[in-house]
């Protein structure tokens, strides 16, 4: 399992992650008001990628694709 969680991206990687991060954060904000199942899923995917960004991790990558960034 440690080479599974193992850190596998970049610099640039992770400043795209987090940038995504932050938008999914925000836009779960404005999902909570359409809609609270919305809302929930839009931040439980926002800390998620956060969690990515912050630990150099890409679970895509873990699972054997290839990646650009």
């Known amino acids: 399992m440690r ?3 193992a850190p596998n991206i970049g610099r640039a990687g992770r400043w795209i992650r987090g940038t995504l991060a932050i ?3 925000v836009g779960a904000g ?3 008001q359409v809609s609270g199942g919305l ?5 439980l995917s926002g800390l998620f990628v956060l969690y990515e960004a912050l630990r150099g991790w890409c679970v895509v990558r873990a699972c054997g694709i290839k990646t650009r960034f």
């Open 30 to 32: 404005f999902g909570y």
């Open 39 to 43: 809302g929930t899923a839009l931040l």
């Open 3 to 5: 080479s599974f969680l």
């Open 23 to 25: 938008a999914l954060l």
